[in-house]
């Protein structure tokens, strides 16, 4: 029997409008990049009103290229513009998002993250057919620059002034000399940040991919704290040096392709006492309690890029939308006595554990 479906007219045009906004969105992501490497958002930061042509000779641009670009920024409503006088203006507001990259909510570099994910599309398509994963370092080079740039300023914001101090005793231990390990590291800013916080304590980075590690490497040597700081390659179950007063994982044991080993070794490598500071994206424990912008992102930026991973190091894949309840089995599994939530933010949960 052939079921009649009554065909809603309205609810498709509802919903045509809404895949539209996000196909624009998608263009507005490639203008906002341009903004970022031409440095178009830094020369209207606190320029107040300027014409094309003016802001053309400030970036040393051609001027037909700025006023379109400008014209999409209005359009979108980055940009205010003033019809009669034909300037455009950057408010503060929009600034701290676009412009200023120590601002915690800095977000132009991220659209890193998509593009790459649309230059490795070929990849994923081979591994929804095959079942295969898709190793990190395998990605566009530009994935691994979007991810540091999305998560810096977020850490630098949250990490030393809230979330070490939610868990016990361990700004006391950091400040009195601790040793510290962060897994999965990546470009080393939450190693980094650390290690400016408290120069009495020693870091240990490691991450699997070479390139980032090099990249740590020089982070450290820049904001000159590469005396207390040693990144090395090493995966989250093979890092040797033990005896840890704080082992970290910062948006990374969803990635991995057997969290209870991690897990397990961390264990393993914690000093008596020590504690294990797990910080990953703040997701329900069920698919409808993430529905929005940000449950969006992340199931989107998992399917290509923290399931991939995970599925090429043999795993199931958490995903980046994993849950406090499945994190918390996983600790189970590999022996932790203790789980907290510690702290939390729109994109974070901060949790505690300890043998």
């Known amino acids: 029997m052939t079921q009649t479906i009554e065909f809603d007219q309205a609810r498709r045009d509802a919903f045509t409008d809404q895949v539209f906004v996000d196909l624009s969105a998608s263009y507005v992501g490639v203008m906002v990049s341009l903004g970022d490497k031409l440095g178009l958002y830094e020369q209207l930061d606190g320029a107040g009103p300027l014409t094309s042509a003016e802001l053309a000779e400030r970036a040393r641009c051609a001027e037909r290229y700025v006023r379109e670009w400008l014209n999409s920024q209005v359009a979108s409503g980055y940009v205010t513009y003033d019809g009669e006088a034909e300037t455009y203006e950057l408010p503060p507001e929009h600034a701290a998002v676009l412009a200023d990259s120590e601002s915690p909510t800095f977000l132009t570099p991220a659209f890193n993250v998509p593009a790459s994910m649309w230059l490795d599309e070929d990849r994923a398509v081979r591994a929804f057919r095959t079942g295969e994963g898709v190793p990190w370092g395998d990605h566009h080079e530009r994935l691994f620059c979007g991810v540091a740039a999305f998560y810096r300023n977020g850490y630098r914001a949250m990490l030393v002034p809230e979330w070490l101090p939610a868990l016990d005793g361990v700004v006391e231990a950091l400040e009195a000399g601790a040793t510290v390990a962060d897994v999965g590291c990546g470009y080393g800013h939450s190693t980094v940040l650390m290690a400016e916080a408290f120069p009495n304590s020693r870091f240990f980075g490691f991450d699997s991919h070479p390139e980032s590690i090099a990249a740590a490497r020089e982070n450290a040597a820049d904001a000159g704290v590469d005396d207390r700081v040693t990144f090395a390659i090493g995966s989250a179950t093979d890092y040797a040096q033990g005896g840890f007063d704080l ?37 329900a424990d069920h698919v409808e309690g993430n529905v929005g912008p940000i449950g969006r992102t992340y199931y989107s930026a998992s399917t290509t890029l923290c399931c991939a991973h995970a599925i090429s190091e043999g795993g199931e894949a958490l995903g ?36």
Request: proline share 5%; net charge negative.
């Open 247 to 283: 082992i970290c994982f910062f948006d990374c044991l969803h990635d991995l392709g057997d969290p209870v080993a991690a897990a397990g070794h961390a264990r393993s490598a914690l000093a008596p006492g020590g504690t294990v500071m797990l910080v990953e994206p703040n997701a």
């Open 320 to 355: 980046a939308q994993a849950g406090e309840a499945r994190l918390a089995d996983v600790f189970a599994e590999a022996g932790f006595g203790h789980w907290r939530r510690a702290a939390e933010s729109p994109f974070n949960l901060v949790l505690e554990a300890r043998a």
